[in-house]
């Protein structure tokens, strides 16, 4: 599984970007998606995760503000939809893919399958 994050860019605080994660190989349906970031000097953080029958999860920093979601249309398809975005928000984010137990979701250590990253800066 091979997995392509884009949709990154410069915002200012308070506006929103959309992340895709396209997934190349086996699709992701039957796995769990997870989006992680990393701030510079920091730990590669949780940031939301679907799971194979639809549940999401979310860090309590971004619940009510970010919506993962995966494009049923196009089933390799995920996407990290972020509102309201302050420069906490920060990082470089990551999709990846894997099959965590639920004491997992919010690991890294449930994601197999991991992107190169995608660029986000938020300006105050």
């Known amino acids: 599984v091979q997995l392509q994050a884009s949709g990154g860019g410069l915002v200012q605080a308070g506006g929103s970007l959309r992340l895709s994660c396209i997934t190349s190989?086996?699709?992701?349906?039957?796995?769990?998606v997870g989006w992680f970031r990393q701030a510079p000097g920091k730990e590669r953080e949780f940031v939301a995760a679907?799971?194979?029958?639809?549940?999401?999860?979310y860090a309590d920093s971004v619940k009510g503000r970010f919506t993962i979601s995966r494009d049923n249309a196009a089933k390799n398809t995920m996407y990290l939809q972020m509102n309201n975005l302050n420069p906490e928000d920060s990082a470089v984010y990551y999709c990846?893919?894997?099959?965590?137990?639920?004491?997992?979701?919010?690991?890294?250590?449930?994601?197999?399958?991991w992107g190169q990253g995608t660029q986000v800066t938020v300006s105050s």
């Open positions: 679907i799971r194979y029958n639809s549940y999401t999860y």
């Open positions: 990846a893919v894997g099959n965590p137990i639920l004491s997992q979701v919010r690991e890294r250590s449930g994601y197999g399958y």
């Open positions: 190989g086996r699709t992701p349906n039957d796995r769990s």
